[in-house]
């Protein structure tokens, strides 16, 4: 019996150390990085009563019997598993995301942890809240760290700068609009005139002073006479502008208050003259002539005084000629004055005038209606003029009156006021029109309408600037014929194609002449083709310096973007340098780029350059015209000069500068230099790399934080302030970078404890119930004791 109380008295021992375990694990539920620990148990030894019987034929085998004698401690072990993460804000708290452990020093001891609480001594090393120092290899001053570099402390001095770098390379980004194109500037000169040909439009004429004959679409203009005997009777118009027209009748009733006669051989196709003689055929008693202004003469020579009128039925103005016309015996009197009167109307349609020669071929109609079959109207015979020749028959009353009041058109027809002798010949004005590319040089005249007094055979001279550079002036030889060859040229069209060649004007229309007769020059696109200063003279030719006066009516406009960005030089001074695109307008798909800088910085060499793109507005070519890196002396007293890369490819065909239909906009997106600067802040990666942020911007690494892995974490022993020491069968320590097998590295965080309350709650009933049965046990064992004892009473 003596046996089970032995064994009833290890499991209460051992339940105990269980008890032991559990308390300790409650107790460090809100420990940082504590692992949770573990009991198990094992049997302690067994008495063997019996041992086991082999089987035979006759009878079968038999297990062996034991009793058991205790049990005992098999392991206690701590629970590796990941604990939670609580975010602290403070950087130089850190987690680890893994199996790896933290490695501390103390003096020449070297520890293992998972808590990361640390902190920054006053001599600039990373520690823990003990004190103890945390290993890491430190960075070289350009920030590399050798990852076989020895283990030291984490050391980040008080006071530690960044020293400054002159900047090495900038980046050039962006998109330059392909939609858009340059402008080129526009220099007209003052209006030139041509003499006006038979083919030219009315619309445009001038008089030999250069004013406008205004006649428009739909003006009128009426020739008016006095009629005479050729004027035929569907001519004959009142005084008032009434047409005096048979209107088709076909009887004229004539009386002189005794007799009464019809006439009915005359149509308006008739003449004046038909009429007369009609008229005294019918009636003996006068006799009748056509008198100088127009009216009817009728002489009485003797006989009873006549009533005279010629009518026809209905309604007609014809009536108004002849009516009650008294003519004494022996006495003379007259009809109503008759005007020859024919209205032309100017336009391009059916029966309307709308040329010089149409013009001309109207009047003629008129001014035979009054002057004879054979007078005529000419246009071009002597020089650009109407001329008017007689036809035999004198005429009076002779005027033009145009539509509106207007009298341009006949002060400038030159025909005599009133009267027109019957051989006579009258040439009106110069008749000028617009310049066209057509008319010959010899005969321009200035809008005033004076000649440019250029000749076959004269020298004239043609000078200009472009982008404000002088061009050599050209010599222009004036041909006799509307030929152009090399420095010959006749007619205007050979002045502009001589212009155009010296310019070196590329378009079709880049030299030309407008609808109102003034020579047009278009530049090429962009401020760099501008013209200005241009001037056509002669020696000796001020009317033609005159006439030829350009000046500009519309400005060059480039296609432009621009950027700017702040560069370093090797003392830490700022410098801005600016980069300028300007589309070039004579080569597809390219650019011209211009840099600059502010004071006290200039530029040295590579300050400009071109950039050209493919065909789907990719990057083709960035190159300066000097074919070196973009240079600028800093005049600050640092090392001058200091060379920059242009770097606009970027890292990929479409991260740099592009050319697309899109908006223009230069991005100088980034450049390596920066000031000197102060230590600001400590930030820990996930790789354990303490980076130093500096004031000047930069970031540089300072040093990296190392892990220790185990082969076996559970063979670490437990130290104080929750650290481990490697055991004999923890295995030696592998010390490794963050972002391995041993884990990663979280800053702003801690590593929480990871006892599972709920568990250990569960394990402490699980040993209380296992103490208290244990006890029961060696009660029982005392009481069956005590029975024995009991039998000898």
Known sequence: ??????????????????????????????????????????????????????????????????????????????????????????????????????????????????????????????????????????????????????????????????????????????NLDASRSPIGNVVEGLSLLGEAAATDSLATLRNGSGVSLGLRNGDTVTFIANATAVTRIGELHTETGDPMSLAGATTITVTDGTTTAAITTLTDDSTLADLASAIQSALTSVTVTVSSDGALQFANAGGSPVSLSATVAGTSDFNRLIREVNVASGGTNFSSRADARTTLTVGSGAGEVSTVDGLATALQGAFREVAGAAATVSYGAGGPRFTFTGGGTAVTGLRVVESGGGSTLAAALGLPNGSFGASDS?????????????????????????????????????????????????SITVGADGGAADAAAGTVQGLLDEISTALGLSSNDAASIGSDGRIVLRADGGTANALSDVSLFESGNSVLAQAAAFSETSSAED?????????????????VVALAFTKDPRVENAWLWTASSETPATIVSGGSGTATFNTDGTLETFASSAGGPLTIDPGTGAASPVSMTLDAAGGGALAGLTQFAAQGEVLLTGQDGYASGVLESVAVDDRGIVNGVFTNGTTRSLAQIVLAKFTNPGGLLKTRDNAFVASTNSGAALIVNPGSAAGTVVSGAVEMSNVDLGQEFTNLIIAQRGFQANARTISTGDEMLAEVVNLKR
Do not use: C, W
């Open 1 to 174: 019996m003596m046996r089970s109380l032995y064994t009833g008295v290890s499991g209460l021992r051992n339940h105990q150390t269980d008890l032991d375990v559990v308390s300790n694990n409650i107790a460090n539920i809100n420990t940082l990085g504590f692992k949770t620990g573990r009991v198990t148990f094992k049997e302690a030894l067994s008495q063997t009563i019996q041992g086991a019987g082999r089987p035979t034929s006759e009878i079968g085998g038999r297990n062996p019997m034991q009793v058991g004698l205790g049990m005992s401690v098999a392991t206690i072990e701590n629970i590796f598993t990941q604990g939670q993460f609580q975010s602290t804000g403070n950087a130089s708290d850190l987690a680890i995301q893994g199996d790896g452990f933290f490695v501390l020093a103390e003096g020449n001891g070297q520890f293992y942890s998972r808590v990361g609480a640390f902190h920054f001594d006053a001599e600039g090393r990373l520690v823990a809240g003990n004190g103890r120092a945390v290993q890491g290899r430190s960075a070289s001053a350009d920030g590399t760290i050798d990852p076989a570099g020895a283990l030291g402390d984490i050391l980040v001095p008080a006071g530690l700068r960044s020293d400054a770098r002159a900047t090495s390379r900038v980046a050039v980004a962006g």
């Open 426 to 474: 009258v040439a009106s004005d110069v008749i000028l029109d617009v310049a066209s590319a057509e008319d010959t040089l010899a005969t321009l005249h200035a809008a005033s309408g004076q000649s440019l007094g250029i000749s076959a055979g004269d020298l004239l001279t043609f000078a200009a600037s472009r982008g404000g550079t002088a061009l050599a002036p050209v």
């Open 559 to 575: 296609v432009k973007s621009a950027g700017s960005i702040t560069v370093y030089d090797g003392l830490g001074n700022r410098h």
